[in-house]
Each structure stands twice: as C-alpha cells, then as structure tokens.
C-alpha cells in the first residue's frame, strides 16, 4: 500500500505543477523555435536554391524584367558536390583529421582519467578543475599559444632543425602545416575526452580488480579484461564529442594550417563569406548535418551492448 | 603496483604540462620588452599600455561586455524556465530545441543564422544578431544546470508548501527561487564566459564596423602578430579564472543539498 501511495502522489504534484506548462516552457519554446528551428530549415530550403548573380540568392520566382536569370529550387548544388573530386577528397581529409585527432585524444585522456578515477576523493574534484581550467580560456588564445610554439623562431623549432641536421635532414617549418593542424585539434578538444572518460571510470567497482587479481590474472589482463569494456560507452561519448566538433572546425586549420589544410569548415565558411554562394554552402552544412547525425547516432549504438553486458 | 602509479602519474604529468604550458607562454611574452614572440629580452608592462591606449580595442571590450552581459540575461531567464519546465512536464520538443545547439558544431548555427538574420529578417547585422546567436547556445548550458539541480531536490518540499495553501506563484517565489539560486547564478556566469569568448558564432553574425573583442584577436594573430595579442589574451584569461572561481563557490554551495539525498 505505502508503495502504492507514492506515484500516485507524484502524478497528482506534477499535474497541479504542470497546468503552468506553456507559461514557463512556452518563451524558451518560441524563442528557439524562431532563432534555431526556424533558421536550421530555412539553410534545408536554402541548399535546394540558386546562387545569386551577384552572392546571395536567385529570386524564388521569375524575374519581372525578362531577363533569363535562373530561377525557383534545383538539386543542382548536390550534383556540383558529388560531380567534383576535389570535394570527396576535402571530405576525407576532414574524416582523417578527425580520427587521428580523436586517437590521440584518447591515448592521452584515458592515463590522465584513469589516475583521476583512482585517486583519493578530495583530490579527484581539483584534478578536475584544473583539466578544466585551460579549456575556459579564450579558444583563440589556445590556438594562438601554438603559433608561438611552433613558430620558426621558436625554441622548439630550432630544437626539431637542429637533431634534424645532425641526421642530414632538410629543416622544417612545424607552423603552417597538418602537424600543426592536428596539434590544435588536440589541444582544443582534449577536455572532451577526459570528461566522459572520468565520469565512466569514477564508476567502475575496484571489487572486480581485486577479485580478478586473486583469479591470478596479471595487471595487463586487468586492464584489457575488466577495466578497458567496462569504460568503452565513456570512450564512445569521448570520441563523438571529439570527433563532432572536429569535422565542423574552420578556425584551427585556419590560423595553424597551410594553404593544403582545407576542412570541411573552411570550405563552409568561405561560401559564406567569400564567395557568397549560399545554396553550395547550405549544401555543404546540410551534409555536414548528416554526417554529424550519423556519428551521433554510431557512437551511442556502439555504447549500448556493453552498457546492456555491465547491468 | 606502485610502478604502475609512476607510469600513470608520469603520464598525467605529461598531459598537465601539454595542457598549460601553452597558456603559461602566452602570458610570460606578454610582459617580454620585444616584438618577437621568441627571446626573452626584458620585463616590460609596454604591451598592456599600448593596450589601453588602442580605441579599438576599448571598444571592442566594451562591446564584447554589452553582448555577454545582454546574452547572459536572456540565456539565463529562458533557460531557467525551460529548466523549470523540462524537470516538472517531461516536455519531449523543449529538450530537444535546448540542447541541440550545445552538442553541434558551432559553424552550423553560424551560417544558419547568418541565413536567416539576412534572408528572412533582412535586417543588418551588429550587436543585436549577435546577442540572440548567443542567447541560442547559451540557453542549453543554463538549462542543464538548472535542471541538475532541480533533479537532486527533494520534491517533498514543493508538496508541503502546496499543502500549506501556498499558490503556484508563491511557490515558485519562495521556495523553488531560492532553492534553484546557486545554479542560476552559475548558470549566468557560465554564459557570460561562454559569450564573451565565443569566437566561430560571433565570426558568422557579426556585422561591419562594430569591433568585438575575438573578432579583434583574430584579426591581429592573421595580419600583424604583436605581444598585444598576448596582453588582452592574459586579461581574458585572468577574467574567466576569477568568473569560474566565482561560478565554482557557488556550485559547490550545491553539492551539500545533494548529497543529503
């Protein structure tokens, strides 16, 4: 009976609560109903358009005037977008860049989170903040740090040129190139692997590891066999909140990158604000779109067998 | 046993120095008596003069603090409600409006803002576009926030004050207010400091001739990089340490009513 009571009590407090609905959810609702919503379909629209003669956009109807301009919606921007090579390969580029981005981020969040995890309570909160810390500095300032590293006057590049010439290397230049690309990459994202890692891991149960010890298994097999599964949805999180924001980035290739280092982000940004031809740019974004849909989707199907294993 | 805790420790170390060597240089050449981003030649304070002494800049500062602050307003009034909202009607559309901005690249709701404020609204875009591109993502972060915290509260405490004849208004302005306090005020400091240094949103809904704050840092490190760059980098930096300090007494103010559960 007494377990009874308690829904029953619940419901009845959420409805008498509820009658409010569209007062308190309703201005959040309007709101990014109009500036997200609204906005998202109209780039959808805009990607099935002509460009303008000029930038922008061709008139949905004929031109009053006569004139042969181009008119009304055309798949014509996809067409131009699998037609050319050039893009598939700037395509690529982005996906390589973003995988190796999210190896390496895993590589060195899962030590960092792991050690997080396994040390003592009052500790664990300020390693936290302090993994958190860089991240809320200007995004710029951290990409700018890297110019300064890796610039050719640098300590570090004079330091590479010089072990370089003593094995009879040609110097290089570290800035300007896809090394510096993915070292920005890493240092942006970096956070968005610890996070998810450290909040699987905190959960893990030490009980197993001791129980497996006392099985004689060795700490290689602990990691591999017990550690490493367990912790894979909070690898899968890491790697889509990596990977997502990498497909998309335009100012890290931008400002560490060379004149080959073109991502899908920079081809978007340049349609907007180059080119001014918006339907291929809309294009672009509504793949891009899919794309990120597509991982989103992958990287929580991929977490959910081993979720189902651990309960 | 314990040389795996050196391996791990050692490793950490590294991913320590790899997080904040980079940010410590920046602010050691800010105060370097050189042009050049490359030999310590002496301490100087020249760079945060010139600084202040650049009306652009000043501008772009002052700018940058009228979007934050606006943005962090909105943000944090509509995300609190949907917060309220999302937590007490298990919405299924206001959850999903919320948080989709925060968890997608931000070029995508650039360009497709800079569609609409130009193709549908046809207006021109300055600071007024730009503070509704970041009341738009900002949203989502106050939102989580708040409904964190109303999910490790006691829901018993709103059943009393209704038993006690208080009405819905009464409610609300008495108990859930202050007790959703600590993650508002939390909430709107995370959105100022997101605001303030949001460089790719800004990038796509800014418009001409009105400086703002990463606009001018990305311009300098393109065109002419001077150790300016890294004196407004060190305040910025000193700013969000001292918001995130504060955003953190708060938060923490948070944890006790958790853990009582």
Redesign the interface.
């Known amino acids: 009976m007494e377990v009874n009571k308690l829904p029953d ?2 419901s009845n ?2 409805k ?6 569209w007062l ?2 309703g ?3 309007l ?3 109009i ?6 379909l ?2 959808f629209f ?1 990607s099935f358009r002509f460009p303008g003669e000029f930038g ?2 061709a008139p949905i109807s004929p031109a009053m005037d006569g004139s042969s301009a181009e008119y009304g919606l055309t798949l014509e921007t996809y067409e131009f977008l699998f037609s050319d090579i050039l893009y598939a390969e700037i395509f690529l580029k982005t996906f390589a860049i973003a995988a190796v981005t999210t190896l390496i981020c895993l590589i ?2 899962y ?2 989170a ?3 995890a396994r040390s003592q309570k009052r500790f664990r909160n300020l390693m936290i ?21 890796l ?1 050719p ?2 300590v570090l590049s004079h330091f590479v040129n010089a072990i370089l010439g003593v094995f009879g290397f040609a110097p290089v230049t570290l800035l300007f190139s896809t090394f510096a690309v993915l070292i920005g990459m890493v ?1 942006v994202h ?1 956070p968005f692997m610890i996070l998810p890692l450290y909040t699987n891991l905190e959960k893990h149960d030490p009980v197993l590891l001791d129980a497996a010890q006392d099985l004689g298994a060795n ?1 290689w097999q602990r990691f591999w066999l017990i550690t490493w599964p367990q912790s894979l949805p909070g690898v899968f999180a890491g790697a889509a909140l990596v990977f ?2 990498v ?5 890290v290739p ?2 560490l990158g060379g004149t080959g280092d073109i991502l899908i ?1 920079n081809l ?2 340049d349609q ?2 180059g080119t001014r031809d ?1 339907p291929f ?2 294009t672009l ?1 509504i793949i ?2 899919l794309l ?1 849909l597509l991982i ?1 989707w992958l990287a929580t199907w991929l977490a959910r067998p081993s979720v189902r294993q651990n309960s | 046993m314990s040389r795996n805790n050196i391996a791990l420790w050692a490793m950490a170390g590294l991913v320590y120095s790899f997080l904040y060597i980079p940010l410590i240089i920046v602010v050691v050449y800010s105060f370097n008596d050189s042009k050049l981003n490359a030999e310590w030649v002496g301490f100087t304070f020249s760079w945060y003069r010139t600084l202040f002494h650049n009306e652009e800049m000043l501008t772009a500062a002052r700018n940058s603090l009228f979007i934050a602050i606006s943005a962090s307003f909105l943000a944090t009034t509509l995300g609190t409600m949907a917060g309220l909202a999302i937590h007490r009607c298990k919405l299924k559309v206001l959850p999903m409006l919320a948080f989709t901005p925060v968890a997608m690249p931000e070029i995508l709701l650039g360009v497709s803002l800079l569609l609409f404020f130009l193709q549908v609204l046809n207006m021109t875009l300055g600071l007024f576009s730009i503070i509704i591109a970041h009341t738009i993502f900002c949203i989502g972060f106050v939102t989580i926030i708040v409904r964190a915290r109303l999910q490790g509260m006691d829901e018993s405490i709103f059943e009393a004050a209704r038993d006690l004849g208080a009405t819905p208004w009464q409610t609300f302005h008495q108990i859930t207010l202050p007790l959703i306090k600590p993650a508002v005020i939390a909430g709107a400091l995370m959105s100022f400091t997101l605001s303030i240094d949001d460089f790719v949103i800004t990038f796509f809904t800014k418009g001409v001739g009105e400086p703002i704050l990463p606009i001018q840092i990305y311009t300098m490190i393109k065109v002419a990089v001077t150790p300016e760059v890294n004196a407004i980098s060190t305040l910025l930096m000193l700013l969000t340490l001292i918001l995130i300090i504060i955003a953190n007494k708060f938060d923490t103010r948070m944890l006790p009513g958790d853990s009582e559960k």
């Open positions: 009590s619940t407090f959420t008498a609560n509820c009658f409010n609905k308190i959810g201005p959040p609702f709101f990014l109903l500036f997200f919503a609204a906005p998202s109209i780039m805009t922008g956009l060195m969040a030590p960092l792991l050690l997080i903040m302090l993994v958190i810390l860089p991240f809320a500095s200007n995004f710029l300032i951290r990409i700018y740090a890297w110019m300064i590293i610039g006057e640098s240092y970096l700490r997502i924001p497909l998309g980035m335009f100012a931008d400002i982000g978007i940004k907007f604000l918006w740019g809309s974004s891009l779109t990120v989103a």
